[in-house]
């Protein structure tokens, strides 16, 4: 999940928080969204989750045909993964038919320990801390 384990401590990590990171989270069918408050600020994670694989692939490119000044995420840096980000820090990949949206565009840059990171950079490196702890639940082949 987006408001759990690893993931808080990524976005502790990530913005040079002073105190572990907490998130607020709701459930709209088929959106899990997840907000953190980052120096008064907010920061969404959001997992479009359908079961349909076609459909997940249609929300992404819906998305990303949705947004301004968009540009795919190339070589290693996409993960092997659909992927595309904005300078106005929106960054999405689309992983087992669905889509993590990582939202900073209302964080200021500047952001982090180094205090060098901009919004992209922000969002990206929190959408990757999320890929690394996304496992795939495949029940193919077990029984209840």
């Not at 992209?120 to 639940?137: D, F, G, K």
Request: charged content about 20%; aromatic content about 8%; overall charge negative.
């Amino acid at each position: 999940m987006v408001c759990e384990g690893q993931v808080l401590v990524a976005v502790t990590t990530i913005f040079a928080l002073d105190a572990r990171a907490t998130g607020t989270w709701a459930w709209a069918e088929p959106d899990f969204t997840c907000t953190y408050d980052i120096k008064g600020e907010p920061l969404t994670l959001t997992v479009h989750d359908v079961e349909d694989p076609a459909a997940g692939e249609q929300y992404f490119a819906d998305l990303k045909a949705s947004l301004p000044n968009v540009t795919e995420i190339e070589g290693m840096a996409g993960l092997g993964m659909p992927s595309f980000s904005t300078p106005e820090g929106i960054v999405a990949f689309l992983r087992d038919g669905k889509t993590l949206t990582v939202d900073a565009t209302a964080l200021p840059d500047g952001l982090g320990a180094s205090g060098t990171r901009n919004r992209e950079q922000s969002a990206y490196n929190l959408a990757s801390a999320v890929l690394a702890c996304w496992v795939q639940h495949d029940t193919a082949g077990t029984e209840d």
